[in-house]
């Protein structure tokens, strides 16, 4: 029988457990070993998160390929890692790829805190080779072999690494297609390799679309060698049609507060008084977002408050008579630009709809200019907002424009 870590407080909303594990020997050992160097001592909630990453088959392969670990921020995800890091360096001599966002003192500090554990002890220092303290380009070796890099991502940032044991993904919410494209393949060349993933709530404007991937494996009914913990106060769930289904959240109740963050239950950090502080400091969906793992919605066809296939049906039924109307909008970050159409349907309704919708501004000034001389009507541009800047040079091509 395997003895998981399941009776962890606060319990974690979403747990997959490895399927084919068959022991967890190597996880408690090297718990014991971190515990013995680093003076510190593991949760039971992090203590889970070691198991379900160092859980073995019975052939003695990792029984997960992927695990996935997503948490509020300061709740001991590093020191979950650096369990598992620790070991595999030391008594497995692996090759390891730790992975950040751009942010290169996460990776500073992700080394920090390892060479602290190696360099703190005479026997484990004395197995040290060689370490790089470079920018972005971090670098721990010891003379068993075991050596693990440090890097922040990008569209590059893994090739010319091959035969990888194991890669980290650090701050997985930021993580992109592109970046995971570059260096997930240096881990086919390895016969027992493992990614771990490894973040906090997905970001707006779907901007984490990749670590969503993650999570709907968890949510599935088939994840494959797959393993994952969550901790976060919404009910998240697929629905019949395999849509994400995410229930509102009430982030006035203390009692979540407490589900989503371990760090209550030990007493580390500030307690209470700081996610009140955290509350006011950053609003409802802040809060929500960063201390209680709320996710941004992802976007997923023909779901959200407007059903596409409804919505694609009705339009046949819609279509302008009077008042028509003509404006052209631009996203802040100026990525985006949308030339929509208003008016009155012949039953008084009104109908709305974007003609353009598309990344970039090159084509906008051409296409703005093909709709005045189809239609010979003026052309809304907020005089205050981002598109105002096109404004100038449409006037000059002989577009009528107003506010």
């Known amino acids: 029988m395997i003895s998981w870590q399941l009776d962890a407080e606060p319990l974690a909303k979403l747990v997959v457990l490895p399927r084919d594990a068959a022991s967890l020997d190597e996880a408690e050992l090297a718990i014991e070993l971190w515990e013995r160097y680093s003076g510190k001592r593991l949760e039971p909630a992090q203590r889970l998160a070691v198991q379900i990453m160092m859980a073995e088959t019975a052939d003695g392969l990792w029984a997960a390929l992927t695990t996935g670990r997503e948490m509020p921020r300061q709740n001991g995800k590093g020191e979950e890692i650096e369990v598992v890091e620790l070991w595999g360096l030391v008594q497995r001599g692996e090759a390891i790829l730790h992975t950040v966002h751009e942010a290169v003192m996460l990776a500073t500090q992700a080394q920090q805190r390892l060479l602290s554990v190696l360099e703190g002890h005479r026997d484990l220092r004395r197995k040290i080779k060689r370490h790089w303290r470079g920018t972005g380009q971090q670098m721990t070796e010891l003379l068993n072999g075991g050596v693990i890099w440090y890097r922040t991502r990008s569209g590059g940032g893994g090739r010319g690494l091959d035969d990888i044991d194991r890669l980290v993904v650090d701050e997985a919410q930021h993580a992109t297609d592109e970046q995971l494209s570059a260096i997930t393949p240096t881990l086919l060349a390895n016969a027992n390799p493992q990614l771990n993933v490894l973040g906090t709530a997905a970001l707006p404007n779907n901007k984490s679309a990749w670590w969503w991937t993650v999570r709907r494996r968890a949510l599935s009914n088939d994840p494959g060698r797959f393993g994952y913990l969550g ?117 008084g309704y009104a109908h709305v709809e974007a003609r353009d919708w598309r990344a970039g501004t090159g084509w906008v000034v051409d296409r703005v200019v093909e709709a005045w001389q189809a239609a010979r009507i003026p052309i809304r541009v907020h005089a205050q907002g981002p598109a105002a800047s096109f404004i100038p040079e449409l006037v000059e091509r002989g577009v009528e424009v107003v506010d």
Do not use: C, K
């Open 231 to 347: 901790h976060t106060a919404e009910t998240v769930y697929l629905n019949d049609a395999g849509h994400v289904v995410q229930e509102p959240v009430d982030v006035e109740d203390r009692t979540l507060w407490a589900a989503s963050n371990p760090s209550l239950h030990t007493g580390r950090g500030q307690g209470w008084d700081f996610y009140e502080e955290q509350l006011r400091t950053l609003g409802s969906a802040g809060f929500a977002r960063e201390h209680l793992g709320v996710w941004e919605p992802p976007f997923e066809e023909g779901s959200g408050p407007i059903n596409l296939e409804t919505w694609a049906a009705l339009a046949e039924l819609s279509e302008i008579h009077t008042h028509l109307q003509i404006g052209l909008a631009l996203s802040p970050d100026r990525s985006w630009a949308t030339l929509a159409v208003a008016g009155r349907r012949a039953d």
